[in-house]
Every structure is written in C-alpha cells, then in structure tokens.
C-alpha cells in the first residue's frame, strides 16, 4: 500500500475518533445541561417567591407566617418566563390540587430515535431535583422544588447533536481534504527518489535530483547522489582492471603461443622428422613391426600438431586487429564450416557498416562470436546455428552479437556456469561496458551480447 495512502487513511481514522468523541462530549453536555438549568430555574423562582413572601408579609402581618405563600398570583406569565423549557416547579407545601409550574417544552427539536432514547438514560444516567428555600432567613416560607423532565433532557441532546453534527462533519471532511492534499504535496519528491534510484539500478548511476524544500528529502536526495557518484566511480574503477586484466591475459596467451610454436611445435617436428627416417629404414630392413610402431608414431604426433594449430589460432592475436571485424567473422565461420561435412549448418547474418569498428570493440565481438561458436559446436547437439552481428547506428551506437542454436540446454544451468569461456567473455564484455545474456530460444540456447562502441 502507498504511503501517502496509508497517511491518509490514518488522518481519517484520527478525524473519525475526533469526530466521536466531540459527538459523545456533545450528548454528554447537552444532557447534563438540563441539570444546570433545573438548578438555575429553582434559583429564579425562589428569589421572585422571596420578593412576594416578604411583600404578603408587610401587608398581611395579621396572618401567620407558613400561609403568606403561595398566593394566587405567584402562577403568572413572569414567573414561567423564569422556568427553563423542560423543567417543572412547585412550591412546598403544596396547596391541595396544586399542579406544577411547567416551562415550555413544547419544540425543543425533532423526536429523538428510539436507541438515542434508550441509550443516553442508560449511560448518562437520570436527573435529580433541585430543591431552593424560598427565604434563607425564614424557613417557615417554604421551599421550591424543580424537575427536570427526562424526555425533554434527551430531545435537548438529540437536537444539540443534530445542530453540532453537520459543522463536524463538514470540517472533519475539510481537515481531512486538506491535510490529504498536504501530505500528499510533501510526498510528491519521494517518487523522483525512487525514479532516481531505479535509473541507478539500471546502471544510471550518475542522476542529479533537484533540491528538496524538506530537510529530511534533501538530505536523503544528497545520499542518493554521494551513492550515484561512488558507484559511477566504483563501475568506472572495475571497467579499467577488467580491461587492464584482459589486456595483460592478452600477452600472455601470446606469449604462451610464441612459446608453443617456437618449443612445441619444433619438437613435434622433429619428432615427426625422426619418425619418418625409421620407418623408411625399417622399411629398407624388412621390420614390419618396426614401422608400424613409427607409423603409429607418425599419426599421433599429426594429431598433436593439428591440436597445436588449433591452440595457436584461439591464442594468437585476434583477427579484427589484422583483417577487420567483418571479414574476421567471415573467415571464422568458414574454418568451422570447413573442418567436416558432418558438423550443423552455420548461418552467418551481418547488418549495418562494420568497416570502421577496430579496437576493443571489435576484439571483443570477436571473441564473444569465437567463443559462443566453440560452446554450440563442442557441447550441443545442435543441427543449425546462427551468429548475427548487427550495428544499431543512432545516439546509441552500438553493436549486438546474437548466437542461437537448436541443440537443447538450460539457459538459467548456463547462465550460472562458472566455466573459463563464459567468464572470459563476460568480463570483457562488462569492461567495455555493454551486457550480456542468456536466454532460451526456439529448440536451444540464445546468447545476446550489446558492445556500445562509443566506450
């Protein structure tokens, strides 16, 4: 899952239990505000009692003191108007009959649903009464006694939430857009992070990111390029030994060649030489046996100076360096071609100008095409073989040597092979900084060598 997706949908959880918990402190509130109005309203009506207790007592002294209240016109329109909605109050003692004193309950809101209903009571528990003496001075007075109504208590709440829950929502929703809209903006420099890293791993090492406003990106940013520059520098640094390795491996197949013709082959020589002077005495001298066994001499040392001649030519200077690239391939194709009838058909396929491609590149096509001929022929069961070399002109110049046979294999057993022909023209074709692969083909094996031949 995306990061920015996963913030977000953190955000909203959070804005989700905000919103919760602020409807829960609302319910909560709404609630328990009936209470406070109770008492506020029992407050109101004891003092306006008080008022007229102590007028009745001024004007009526001849009456006792416990029969000033209530009068008739402590039921009035002012008293309600200090009676809270939802609230009932009365006067104790009550005279016989006597109804409370009810404020106007009548729209608080729409009918709350029946869980709200259930639930809230439930939860929040029930109200209490809220009893105020008329007169703290005189007891006799009376007192005044409010209740709260429960289902007016819930309609409060249900209306409260009702007028509250649309503002949440509408802000929850804008903090939730906007924060998503910020997160995602301060994300925004993480896919050109990635985008740089995987141009790195196509071996782009050297990828400039642009500067990063965060603290933190432009210091992961930086990272990435220091990387970028070591590992360009690291790949430059192995290229050079690699291609410093093959040249000195160069010399010393040459040498080592110089060394076989000029010791080796000598001696087959003579011993050829020698062999041939006892088989023409023993001829002369009637021992059969005698040039039999220099015959048998003669033979083995043809087949260790045919063995020479082949060592020779796979340790002696490329052919590229004296013939040029195209007519070295030709030649190649053609040795193998000649050897025996019986050996599969190789085709040969070249595309594009390769007149003016000498040196390493050239060296090294060579070698790949040599090298691949040698595994299809020597190890397969192949019946045709193709070897293509094709220059793809361009901004890329390059040069592409494809060799597919027919004969069977595993390329991933292959590709894995620790073998020295395999390794041998890997490492040069990494030193001059092209790609090697592996891959099946239709009945056998592809091997797919890219040469950039500006390198």
Same mark, same amino acid.
């Given at each position: 899952?995306?990061?920015?997706?996963?913030?977000?949908?953190?955000?909203?959880?959070?804005?989700?239990?905000?919103?919760?918990?602020?409807?829960?402190?609302?319910?909560?509130?709404?609630?328990?505000?009936?209470?406070?109005?109770?008492?506020?309203?029992?407050?109101?009506?004891?003092?306006?009692?008080?008022?007229?207790?102590?007028?009745?007592?001024?004007?009526?002294?001849?009456?006792?003191?416990?029969?000033?209240?209530?009068?008739?016109?402590?039921?009035?329109?002012?008293?309600?108007?200090?009676?809270?909605?939802?609230?009932?109050?009365?006067?104790?003692?009550?005279?016989?009959?006597?109804?409370?004193?009810?404020?106007?309950?009548?729209?608080?809101?729409?009918?709350?649903?029946?869980?709200?209903?259930?639930?809230?009571?439930?939860?929040?528990?029930?109200?209490?009464?809220?009893?105020?003496?008329?007169?703290?001075?005189?007891?006799?007075?009376?007192?005044?006694?409010?209740?709260?109504?429960?289902?007016?208590?819930?309609?409060?709440?249900?209306?409260?939430?009702?007028?509250?829950?649309?503002?949440?929502?509408?802000?929850?929703?804008?903090?939730?857009?906007?924060?998503?809209?910020?997160?995602?903006?301060?994300?925004?420099?993480?896919?050109?992070?990635?985008?740089?890293?995987?141009?790195?791993?196509?071996?782009?090492?050297?990828?400039?990111?642009?500067?990063?406003?965060?603290?933190?990106?432009?210091?992961?940013?930086?990272?990435?390029?220091?990387?970028?520059?070591?590992?360009?520098?690291?790949?430059?640094?192995? /290229?050079?030994?690699?291609?410093?390795?093959? &040249?000195? %491996?160069?010399? $010393?197949?040459? !040498? @080592?060649?110089?060394?076989?013709? *000029?010791?080796?082959?000598?001696?087959?020589?003579?011993?050829?030489?020698?062999?041939?002077?006892?088989?023409?005495?023993?001829?002369?001298?009637?021992?059969?046996?005698?040039?039999?066994?220099?015959?048998?001499?003669?033979?083995?040392?043809?087949?260790?100076?045919?063995?020479?001649?082949?060592?020779?030519?796979?340790?002696?200077?490329?052919?590229?360096?004296?013939?040029?690239?195209?007519?070295?391939?030709?030649?190649?194709?053609?040795?193998?071609?000649?050897?025996?009838?019986?050996?599969?058909?190789?085709?040969?396929?070249?595309?594009?100008?390769?007149?003016?491609?000498?040196?390493?590149?050239?060296?090294?096509?060579?070698?790949?095409?040599?090298?691949?001929?040698?595994?299809?022929?020597?190890?397969?069961? /192949?019946?045709?073989?193709?070897?293509?070399? &094709?220059? %793809?002109?361009? $901004?890329?110049? !390059? @040069?592409?040597?494809?060799?597919? *046979?027919?004969?069977?294999?595993?390329?991933?057993?292959?590709?894995?092979?620790?073998?020295?022909?395999?390794?041998?023209?890997?490492?040069?074709?990494?030193?001059?900084?092209?790609?090697?692969?592996?891959?099946?083909?239709?009945?056998?094996?592809?091997?797919?060598?890219?040469?950039?031949?500006?390198?």
């Amino acid at each position: 899952m995306r990061l920015v997706l996963q913030l977000v949908a953190r955000l909203l959880l959070i804005v989700l239990l905000c919103l919760g918990a602020a409807t829960l402190w609302a319910t909560f509130d709404a609630y328990r505000s009936v209470d406070r109005a109770t008492a506020a309203s029992a407050q109101r009506v004891a003092q306006a009692l008080q008022a007229l207790y102590w007028r009745e007592l001024l004007l009526r002294s001849s009456r006792a003191r416990e029969h000033l209240l209530p009068v008739p016109d402590w039921r009035t329109l002012e008293t309600m108007k200090l009676i809270s909605p939802g609230v009932c109050v009365e006067f104790q003692p009550a005279a016989a009959f006597e109804k409370p004193l009810c404020g106007q309950s009548e729209g608080l809101g729409k009918a709350p649903p029946r869980w709200f209903a259930a639930i809230v009571p439930t939860f929040l528990g029930s109200h209490a009464e809220v009893i105020r003496p008329v007169s703290p001075r005189a007891a006799s007075a009376g007192t005044v006694v409010a209740t709260p109504d429960g289902a007016a208590a819930v309609s409060l709440a249900w209306e409260y939430i009702l007028n509250v829950i649309d503002v949440a929502l509408l802000m929850a929703a804008a903090i939730a857009l906007l924060a998503s809209l910020a997160i995602a903006h301060a994300l925004a420099p993480a896919r050109t992070i990635v985008t740089a890293l995987q141009r790195m791993a196509r071996g782009q090492y050297r990828t400039k990111l642009p500067r990063f406003r965060s603290m933190e990106l432009a210091m992961i940013g930086s990272a990435v390029g220091e990387l970028g520059d070591r590992l360009e520098e690291a790949t430059e640094q192995r /290229a050079a030994l690699t291609r410093r390795l093959i &040249e000195i %491996r160069d010399d $010393e197949r040459r !040498a @080592l060649a110089r060394e076989l013709h *000029d010791e080796f082959g000598q001696n087959l020589s003579a011993i050829l030489a020698f062999a041939n002077t006892i088989e023409t005495a023993s001829t002369k001298d009637n021992s059969t046996g005698i040039a039999q066994d220099a015959r048998m001499i003669s033979q083995a040392t043809h087949h260790l100076m045919a063995s020479l001649r082949d060592a020779l030519k796979r340790l002696r200077n490329p052919l590229p360096e004296e013939l040029g690239l195209e007519v070295s391939l030709v030649n190649l194709v053609d040795s193998w071609r000649s050897q025996s009838a019986a050996r599969p058909t190789i085709q040969l396929d070249l595309r594009g100008d390769l007149t003016d491609i000498s040196g390493p590149a050239a060296t090294t096509a060579y070698r790949v095409a040599q090298e691949c001929l040698t595994n299809a022929l020597r190890h397969g069961v /192949a019946r045709e073989i193709s070897l293509r070399v &094709e220059r %793809r002109a361009g $901004e890329h110049d !390059a @040069l592409l040597i494809r060799v597919e *046979d027919d004969g069977g294999g595993d390329a991933a057993r292959v590709a894995q092979s620790a073998g020295f022909g395999l390794t041998g023209i890997r490492e040069r074709v990494t030193a001059a900084g092209g790609s090697l692969s592996i891959l099946p083909a239709r009945g056998g094996l592809s091997v797919a060598a890219t040469i950039p031949l500006a390198a």
